[in-house]
């Protein structure tokens, strides 16, 4: 039994959802794997079932109904892994941006480090990533700044999709009162984990945009982060 999940949300990954969980399941620590598909019409759910029986021990499926965003396929993923005995629960995409090569490292910030939440950052040495369009980056590392100030959390990739958290901060956070979906959702849980006291470090890692598959950002999740941190701090100085 592993002690490290890796969440895998997916819409429409079938070229990517073989290669991504054979890549997790070659590295030198033993990963499990739980794949949370929103009725991807491509059939990537097929495709791992079909991988189960390869791997039947490591590979886990959630199947939900529909597609209901980023945020709420990762809270229905942390309470399924709350409910067995992992201590070490990682966020990936499944279009390799994340390089599974770098979930040791995350994992060695936590259970040899002692960090709660380590964060795979494009922003704590300079800007690390590659083939976005310039307007992309200045988009991301522009809002990146934007958190820092209206939240003063000290994380310089705040909407990082690259994060493995300890179990006991999944436990600590009210997981149903999560609201957001896009880049939002990560911010949030991030902020939650600050105010709560928790540890939080950024590993540097070099993010690398798809080669397979369509983006699935879009003008309401980059509206949504923006409008959405007012928003929580406006809360948190209420909650006071």
Partial sequence: ??????????????????????AVFTQEKEFHVLVVDDNSPDKTAEKVKQLQKEFPAQLHLLQRKGKSGLGSAYIAGFEWSLEQDYQFIFEMDADFSHNPNDLIKLYKACAEGGADMAVGSRYVRGITVVNWPMTRILLSYGASRYVRFITRMKVKDSTAGF?????????????????????????????????KGFTIVE???????????KSKMSGSIISEAIFGVINLKLKSLFDK
């Fill in 1 to 22: 039994m592993s002690d490290a999940l890796v969440i895998i949300p997916t819409y429409n990954e079938i070229e990517n959802i073989e290669l991504i969980i054979k």
């Fill in 203 to 213: 590993i540097p890692v070099i993010f690398k945009d798809r080669i397979r598959g």
């Fill in 163 to 195: 994060v493995c958290y300890r179990r006991e901060v999944l436990e600590a956070l009210n997981l149903k009162k999560i609201k957001f979906v896009g880049y939002a959702f990560q911010i949030e849980m991030k902020f939650k984990a600050y105010k």
